[in-house]
């Protein structure tokens, strides 16, 4: 019954928004999940409709099992004044959770147990390297991504979930004044069984490097999104290993989706930008599982929905948040300050 439920409503669902009306994009909402904390949370990783964790600021790690009616505490211990920007979740017992900063103040920290323990995996010992997103192909294989050193981006992949960790080098170089942007999570995904995506901004060209082998080596393209000190890529999501989409802007200008998003159908060798741009800056964005053609942006201004792969967008909700994640059964998530936490439902 639980299944048929959701697939009604996600006919309904499809229905509503392949309608041309304003009503169809004010359907769309976010229901909001008291999370009993203050905390920015920038990571977000959603397992199913019941079981999602979220990081943030003040070390928090925060699990729900019950889809967002009650949050658990579970963050590792003595971490207080880290800030966990993202963190990848396989289940509701075993999850990675990234701290970032300069110097030792990135790090990886595994739990197989809920939370209730938690180990520290790696600590960063180069001073000026400075980590920002992980991302897992499976439970075993997976990267971290940093800022450049010296000009080159820093990249860690494992392959035993997240136990151990080591650096890739060779990577294209970094353009003067590159880094990436740890606003979402989400400067670096992966489709497919070895396909990454590592998004940047902070120069003069926005580009995004790819690699088809899990992070071994990488090629460089560049976008059309704008790019300077406070505007770039800030996320990038694929559907499937040619499909996908990057998104940013400008957060010293959050009003603007001006040069805020392209769309590729190549592998990220070349992007092209949408008929209409969402309403401003946007930080995360996630294409939704059944629905193929169905993305969710969110940024600090607004919420916006495209039905046609990204070439059209709509504002549907005006309330800040930071991260987006859609799961299998067909459930989207997003996360941002002030303890936010919603589920994606029709108004």
């Known amino acids: 019954m639980k299944k048929r439920a959701l ?7 499809a229905a509503l928004l392949t309608v041309p009306t304003t009503a169809s994009a004010t359907a769309l909402t976010w229901r909001l999940l008291p999370s009993g904390t ?14 999602a964790w979220v990081s943030g600021t ?28 993202d963190i990848e979740a396989f289940d509701a017992r075993t999850a990675v959770a990234l701290s970032i900063g300069p110097g030792e103040s990135s790090r990886i920290y595994r739990t197989t147990d809920g939370g209730r323990t938690w180990t520290e995996t790696f600590r960063n010992t180069e001073p000026a390297a400075f980590y920002n997103c992980v991302a897992f192909w499976d439970a075993r294989n997976g990267l971290a991504v940093g800022d450049p ?3 080159e981006f820093r990249v860690l992949t494992t392959s035993d979930g997240g136990r151990t960790w080591a650096r890739v080098t ?20 992966v489709a497919g069984h070895k396909d990454a995506w590592l998004a940047t901004g902070g120069s003069t060209v926005a580009r995004v490097l790819h690699s088809s082998d899990r992070g071994r080596t990488w090629t460089a393209s560049e976008t059309p999104l704008a790019s300077s000190e406070s505007a770039g890529v800030f996320a990038v999501a694929f559907r499937n290993p040619r499909t996908g989409i990057a998104i940013g802007g400008d957060y010293a200008n959050p009003t ?39 993305l969710i942006a969110v940024g600090p201004t607004g919420s916006d929905v495209s039905v046609d792969g990204g070439r059209h967008w709509r504002q549907f909700h005006d309330g800040s948040f930071d991260s987006v994640d859609c799961t299998r059964d067909g459930a989207c998530w997003a996360s941002g300050a002030k303890g936010a936490v919603g589920a994606l439902t029709l108004g």
């Open 38 to 51: 203050d905390a920015q949370f920038r990571g977000l990783s959603a397992v199913n409709r019941h079981v």
């Open 149 to 151: 050193v010296d000009g």
């Open 7 to 13: 697939m009604i409503s996600l006919l309904v669902l």
């Open 256 to 294: 603007s989706g001006a040069d805020a998003l392209a769309l590729t159908r190549d592998g990220g060798k070349t992007w092209r930008e949408p008929e209409t741009a969402p309403a401003g800056y946007r930080s995360g964005v996630a294409y939704h599982p059944f629905l193929p053609t169905v």
């Open 58 to 85: 003040k070390g928090t790690v925060l699990r729900t099992v019950d889809g967002g009616r009650t949050w658990a505490r579970v963050g590792p211990p003595d971490t207080e004044d880290l800030d966990f920007r």
């Open 170 to 189: 060779g990577l294209p170089p970094a353009l003067p004044g590159e880094y990436q942007f740890s606003a979402s999570g989400q400067c670096v995904t």
